[in-house]
C-alpha cells in the first residue's frame, strides 16, 4: 500500500539519511558492536549533515523542521540498519530535544543547542531508578536548595547513552512530601563533581547502544541548570513521553520490516528437500502473515506520525502504537529467526542479533504492562 504522510521533502531528507547511514555508520557497524558504543566522530557527522537538531531553531544551529516526519523518517532509516542505532540516536534528538528546546530559557538554549545540533554534546536522559522505572512518581534521587545551587544524590540505571552523554537531563525529588508534584528536571554535565558513570551494562542485545549506570554523591548544579519549572518534573515528562513512545513505534516497524526483507530473500534461496524453503506452504502462509501484520501495523503507525505532526496524538494513541509495534516486532523477529534455521541463532547473522535487540522494546519506554495500565484506564477501569 502506497504510503501517504510523506512529502517530497521528507523523501529528499530520507535520500540524506541513506547517504550519511552508507558512508558514516554501515561501514563501521561491526565496530560499533565490538567497542559497545557508537564513535562520537559518527556524532559530529550526523551533526554536520543537519540529523540531530531537527527539533532545535535555526538561531541556535539547527534545522527547526516543524514537522514530526522529519524525526520519523530519520528513525526508520536507522532502524533498518540496527534497532541499536536508532535508540542510541533517537534519545538524543527525538526524545531529550523537546526538554532542551521546549523547557529552557534563552541563556540554556544559547548554552546547549548549538553543540546538541552539531553533535558535540551527547545527551541521555535519567528517569529509571535502581528501584523502580515504572512507577516514575516513587523516584527517590533528591535535589536539595543551597543558595543558587541545587545538591542531587541519588542513582540511575539502564541509561542509554549514560556512558558518553555530556550532558544528561536528571529527575529528582525536590518535594519529598508531594510525589509526583515534587519532581524536578536538571541537566548534569559530564565533569561535574561527584557525577560519576558505573560500569557499562552488558545488555542481552543492541551491544552499540551504550547503557550505563549513573551515580550522583553531592552533585552540586548551579539553578541555571534547572531544565523548567521547580516541581513540574513528572508533568514535563509525562507531557512527552508520547514522543518517546511514537519514535519507539516508529522503529518497531522500521526494524522488523528491514529484517523481514532479508527473510524474504533468504527463503527465496534457501533450499530443502530441493526447493525454496519459502515455496512450503507453511512457510508461505507464516510469511503472508508478518508481512499483513507489518503493513497494519505500520498504518496505525502512519496515523500517529502524521496526528503527532497536528499536535494531536494522545497519550493513549501513543500508548497503543508503542505496545503493538513492540510486540508485533517480536513475533515477527521470531519467525524470520526460525525460517533461518540454525543460522538464525548465530549471531553473525543479522536477524539473530535483531532477535536479541528487539526484546527490550517490550520492557523500555514505560513496559506494555505499563502501555495497557494507560490504555485500560482510558476505558474508564
Ligand atoms: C536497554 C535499556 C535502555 C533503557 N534506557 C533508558 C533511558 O535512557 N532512560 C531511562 O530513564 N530509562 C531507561 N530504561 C529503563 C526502562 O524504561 C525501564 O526498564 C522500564 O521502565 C521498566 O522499569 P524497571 O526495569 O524498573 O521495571 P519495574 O518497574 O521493576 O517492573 C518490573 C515488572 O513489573 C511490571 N509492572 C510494574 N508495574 C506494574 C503494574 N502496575 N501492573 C502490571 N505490571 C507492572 C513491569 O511491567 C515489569 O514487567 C532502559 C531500559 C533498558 C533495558
Known amino acids: 500500500m ?49 540529523l540531530l537538531g531537527l527539533e532545535v531553531p535555526e538561531v541556535h544551529g539547527g534545522g527547526e523542521a516543524g514537522d514530526y516526519r522529519f ?4 528513525g526508520e532509516e536507522l532502524s533498518h540498519v540496527s534497532a541499536a ?19 529552557t530559557t534563552e541563556e540554556q ?15 541521555a536522559i535519567g528517569m529509571t531508578e535502581p528501584g523502580g522505572g515504572s512507577d516514575l512518581a516513587a523516584l527517590a534521587t533528591t535535589a536539595v536548595r543551597d543558595g543558587d545551587d541545587w545538591v542531587i544524590n541519588g542513582s540511575k540505571t539502564f541509561i542509554t547513552n549514560g556512558y558518553q552523554a555530556d ?65 513540574r518534573g513528572f508533568i514535563a515528562m509525562m507531557e512527552r513521553l508520547p514522543q518517546e513512545r511514537l519514535s519507539c513505534a516508529v522503529s518497531n ?39 499483513t501484520r507489518l503493513d497494519v501495523s505500520r498504518a496505525y503507525v502512519d496515523q500517529c506520525v502524521e496526528a503527532h505532526a497536528r499536535r494531536e496524538l494522545s497519550a493513549v494513541d501513543a500508548a497503543k502504537a508503542k505496545l503493538w509495534t513492540s510486540e508485533v516486532q517480536n513475533e515477527v523477529i521470531d519467525a524470520c529467526v526460525q525460517l533461518f534455521g540454525g543460522y538464525g541463532y548465530m549471531r553473525e547473522y543479522r536477524v539473530a542479533r535483531a532477535w536479541m535487540d528487539a526484546r527490550v522494546t517490550r520492557i523500555w519506554a514505560g513496559s506494555n504492562e505499563i502501555m495497557r495500565e494507560i490504555i485500560g484506564r482510558d476505558l474508564g477501569l
Open 2 to 50: 502506497r504510503r501517504s504522510i510523506y512529502g517530497e521533502d521528507h523523501e529528499a531528507f530520507r535520500e540524506t539519511v541513506r547517504a550519511f547511514i552508507a558512508r558514516s555508520v554501515a561501514p563501521r557497524a561491526e565496530e560499533f558492536i565490538e567497542r559497545r558504543l557508537i564513535d562520537r566522530d559518527v556524532w559530529r557527522e550526523a551533526g554536520k549533515q543537519g
Open 71 to 74: 524525526n520519523a523518517v530519520l
Open 85 to 103: 542505532l536508532a535508540s542510541g540516536f533517537a534519545i538524543h534528538y527525538d526524545i531529550v530535544a523537546p526538554y532542551l528546546v521546549e523547557l
Open 109 to 123: 538554549k544559547r548554552r546547549w543547542l548549538p553543540r546538541f545540533a552539531a553533535g558535540e554534546l551527547i545527551t
Open 167 to 231: 550532558l544528561v537531563i536528571v529527575a529528582a525529588r525536590t518535594s519529598p512530601e508531594k510525589k509526583a508534584k515534587g519532581i524536578t528536571l536538571f541537566a548534569v554535565e559530564a565533569g561535574t563533581t561527584g557525577f560519576e558513570r558505573g560500569r557499562k551494562l552488558d545488555k542481552v542485545g543492541q551491544p552499540e547502544a551504550d547503557t550505563a549506570e549513573l551515580f550522583f554523591k553531592d552533585v552540586r548544579v548551579p539553578d541555571a541548570n534547572r531544565v523548567g519549572e521547580v516541581d
Open 253 to 291: 516497524v522500521a526494524h522488523a520490516s528491514a529484517v523481514l526483507d532479508e527473510t524474504l530473500a533468504y527463503v527465496k534461496e534457501r533450499k530443502a528437500f530441493g526447493q525454496p524453503i519459502g515455496g512450503f506452504q507453511y512457510n508461505k502462509f507464516t510469511l503472508a502473515d508478518l508481512v
